[in-house]
């Protein structure tokens, strides 16, 4: 296999991590020769000579005697993410005892020689540390937000494309279907695109509608994946037709990221959510859309809630455990609730200190974040 073609194959295979981070083609069967050697080796310090002279060929590929750098040699290759590759060296390098160096050895090789990925995902849980990028904690303090191609900002109350690429890196598979049942300026499909999932989302508001098919057109569709905008009421659209239309019958991951009620007003339209009168009816609008649309969610997958809270009349309406309920009680399971840190904008930043005011003499606290509540649909839930 030649050179350019492996590191295509690295980055099909890896995504995310190998685009940030070096990586090291070896050929496979030359290393894996060489951890076999080191396996049968009964004498510790024979065992952490042979490593060490591995590792340090990585430094200087001079030094690499027995080929495993050889990527033109005859044999397969395989690419592994060089940091990690060699912390694992030096973890056998450090250990005490021959069992120990031996356990780490044959993890190291398990990992060269094969994939072990779920049925959500494709994680290679083989090389799991190689998946530094996916957010595993309950808090996500995040910076700014991504800008890089079609993901330019421009809407207002739209979400920070990191959410959706981290839904569907950790719950959807390559080729599978995502639904945004409030897909706004199309951040979800935007990252559809970049990571080669399927999607379609629904829009009330024709002219946002409008102008996030375009941007999403600007975004290169490498993965050569269908991406489709659907104007429409969410309570009410038809999305067996939709899902007919494209041949399939159920979506592998859903995001809803609806108005925070009337926080901000995204039309005049009155089955817009941002125009429900009061919070019973935009909590009823919106287990309209949970009820008309979860059906289509493929069982034991997952279903990302982005919203926040809001302030009414001094009070504190906690519209994101109220929404969270509407759902819990269609029989999903709970399986997270992500607190994550809003961005500030250039706007509030300039009237930061008229908020601080505020807060001090209103006995409130401002708003600093919102959540991303995570539901597992299993055999019990309805639809
Ligand atoms: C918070 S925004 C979503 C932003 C989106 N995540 C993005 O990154 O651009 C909510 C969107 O829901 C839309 N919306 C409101 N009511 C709707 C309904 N009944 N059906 C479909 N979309 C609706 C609004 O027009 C708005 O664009």
Redesign the pocket.
């Known amino acids: 296999m030649k050179v350019k073609e492996t590191k295509q194959l690295l980055l099909e295979n890896l995504e995310a991590p190998a685009r940030s981070y070096g990586s090291i083609i070896l050929n496979k069967e030359i290393t894996t020769q060489l951890f076999e050697e080191c396996l049968s080796e009964k004498n510790i310090e024979i065992l952490k000579r042979k490593i060490y002279s591995m590792k340090s060929a990585i430094h200087t590929y001079k030094n690499d005697k027995e080929g495993f750098l050889n990527i033109d040699s005859n044999g397969d290759t395989v690419s592994l993410r060089r940091d990690v590759f060699i912390s694992e060296l030096e973890q056998i390098l450090e250990t005490k005892t021959i069992e120990r160096a031996k356990y780490y050895l044959s993890r190291l090789k398990t990992g060269i020689e094969k994939v072990k990925t779920n049925k959500i995902n494709d994680i290679n849980l083989h090389r799991w540390k190689e998946y530094d990028e996916i957010i595993t904690d309950s808090l996500w303090v995040m910076g700014k937000r991504d800008v890089s191609g079609a993901h330019i900002g421009w ?1 207002w ?5 990191q ?2 690429h981290q839904m569907m890196l950790r719950y959807t598979k390559k080729g599978d279907w995502v639904l ?9 499909l935007i990252e559809c695109r970049r990571l080669g999932r399927n999607g379609f989302g ?4 024709a002219e ?1 509608s409008q102008a ?1 098919k375009k941007l999403i057109e600007k975004e290169n569709n490498k993965h050569e994946i269908t991406t489709e905008v659907i104007t ?6 038809n999305i067996k037709e939709i899902l007919d239309a494209h041949g399939i019958k159920q979506v592998q991951l859903l ?1 809803m ?4 009620h009337d926080i ?1 007003k ?2 005049k ?1 009155s ?5 429900a009168a009061n919070t019973e009816k935009f909590l009823s ?1 919106f287990g ?2 949970v009820d008309n649309v979860t059906p289509y969610l493929a069982k034991g997958r997952y279903f990302a809630l ?1 919203i926040g809270d809001k302030y009414y009349k001094g009070e504190w309406i906690p519209l994101g455990f109220y929404c969270m309920n509407e759902v819990l009680k269609r029989g999903y399971l709970l399986k997270s609730i992500i607190v994550k840190n809003f961005e500030q904008t250039r706007g509030k930043r300039n009237q930061k200190a008229l908020w601080r005011y505020r807060a001090l003499v209103g006995g409130f606290y401002i708003f600093k974040h919102e959540y991303i509540m995570l539901f597992k649909k299993n055999s019990i839930s309805n639809g």
């Open positions: 809407y109350g739209n979400f920070i494309p959410i959706p945004d049942a409030f897909v706004g300026s199309g951040t979800t629904i829009e009330l508001n946002v996030a429409g009421d969410s309570r009410t659209i995001i990221h609806p108005p925070y901000i995204f039309s339209d089955r817009d959510l941002s125009n609008m309209d859309v982005v």
